[in-house]
């Protein structure tokens, strides 16, 4: 049998050009029992209207529904109360958020102005020296630094048997 005007008619469909009548007529053939192969693909897309006119809720839905919007209950709504702090909360948002910007703002501004005074000075001819003899001078540092040694090692013991006391209590 030759199916050329059923191939115009789906090539038609396709571009969007079939009238009503003939979107019918697909739907028509392709509501046959017995399909040449090559149309079997195209069955499910023309039956559609069958099989959803198949398709019922049912009883049971109908029933839950009627007990759902009976007249005998009646469900209260209540009104939320938002406080005047809640209320206000988006506005305090954005005044803390401006604030930040100008406190940052000025920040940067300050920043800029004083950059004279923000530079320090390196003219060592300006200093003074506070030993005039070098090796009092340098046996001052030593022992500056013998005691910063010595508290740094100090602190570092202390910490080393805080860090084992707290191991040995979690265990």
């Not at 000075?121 to 540092?141: C, G, I, L, S």
């Amino acid at each position: 049998m030759d199916y050329s005007y059923i191939d115009k008619l789906l090539e038609r469909y396709w571009q969007g050009e079939t009238s009503v009548e003939e979107e019918e007529m697909l739907r028509t053939f392709f509501r046959q029992r017995e399909l040449p192969s090559r149309f079997e693909p195209y069955r499910r897309l023309f039956a559609y209207e069958d099989v959803a006119a198949s398709e019922h809720l049912g009883a049971e839905f109908d029933e839950r529904m009627l007990r759902m919007i009976e007249p005998g209950e009646q469900h209260v709504v209540r009104a939320r109360h938002i406080s005047v702090a809640a209320r206000l909360r988006p506005f305090l948002k954005a005044a803390a958020s401006v604030a930040v910007v100008l406190t940052i703002g000025g920040a940067i501004e300050h920043s800029f102005r004083n950059e004279n005074a923000a530079t320090p000075d390196f003219n060592y001819a300006t200093y003074k020296d506070t030993y005039k003899d070098p090796q009092v001078a340098a046996e001052k540092v030593s022992s500056s630094l013998r005691d910063m040694s010595e508290e740094l090692q100090r602190q570092q013991s202390a910490d080393s048997a805080r860090a084992i006391g707290k191991d040995k209590s979690v265990q």
